[in-house]
């Protein structure tokens, strides 16, 4: 059973911690994203990695890091440097198919600030 | 300016109706353009995906692209409950540039 799937679906950070959001892919898609989505806005784009062992900032990388030491694997971690950090977040990934891309989305984590 | 640009609605149609959601983008050279549905507490989900000049239609959907207008459409006929959902356009930006931009979406209710 094909798909991208996110853990965990809820998330409760301390003031201080670091947490660590999962996201994984079995659809041998090369690219890989972390967005952010507020209530009432757009999605945010954090990083992405087109390929393993490299990857981009997006628009509002401050307070994140990832890795991407496996094809299959884009963890995203939310660092005590994100003060502000309550979001919906959704891992993505995408095919390209005759020079067009397409991205296909995880079933997000919300991150909460206890 | 924002690069991609949505009404937030929230936008009312009867059941069976036509819905009409529209989105424009200040970029000339965008290349692909989608529409993505998202229900409430969901991630999005891909609905339509057009990539030229004119109508692409798919069952119920049907989307509209107009390069030189810079917009981009969405039709939804025989409108159902269960159409009611944000539906979020989104761009790439440039060939070969990968990152999509999206709008703040639509929030879209039918009314039975």
């Known amino acids: 059973d094909g798909g991208i799937t996110q853990s965990p679906k809820y998330l409760f950070r301390k003031e201080g911690q670091n947490v660590t959001l999962s996201c994984e892919q079995n659809?041998?898609?090369?690219?890989m994203y972390w967005y952010r989505q507020d209530p009432g806005q757009g999605l945010r784009l954090i990083y992405y990695?087109?390929?393993?062992?490299?990857?981009q900032k997006g628009d509002i990388a401050e307070g994140y890091s990832v890795s991407r030491e496996k094809k299959e694997s884009f963890p995203l971690t939310v660092t005590s440097a994100q003060k502000n950090p309550t979001a919906f977040y959704l891992c993505?990934?995408?095919?390209?198919?005759?020079?067009?891309?397409?991205?296909?989305f995880g079933p997000g984590t919300r991150l909460l600030v206890l | 300016q924002k690069e991609v640009e949505q009404n937030s609605g929230p936008l009312s149609v009867p059941e069976g109706a036509i819905a009409s959601l529209n989105c424009t983008y200040s970029?000339?050279?965008?290349?692909?353009f989608f529409w993505y549905r998202q229900y409430s507490g969901k991630s999005p989900e891909l609905i339509m995906s057009?990539?030229?000049?004119g109508d692409k239609e798919d069952g119920r959907f049907t989307a509209q692209l107009n390069k030189a207008s810079q917009y981009v459409s969405l039709l939804i006929r025989d409108s159902q409950p269960s159409d009611s959902a944000t539906y979020l356009c989104?761009?790439?930006?440039?060939?070969?540039?990968?990152?999509?931009?999206f709008g703040t979406g639509t929030r879209l209710t039918i009314i039975p």
């Open positions: 993505a990934s995408s095919i390209q198919i005759a020079s067009r891309e397409t991205q296909y």
């Open positions: 989104a761009v790439n930006l440039g060939f070969g540039n990968e990152k999509l931009t």
């Open positions: 970029d000339r050279v965008s290349q692909s």
């Open positions: 057009i990539y030229s000049n």
């Open positions: 990695s087109q390929i393993v062992n490299d990857f």
């Open positions: 659809l041998n898609h090369d690219a």
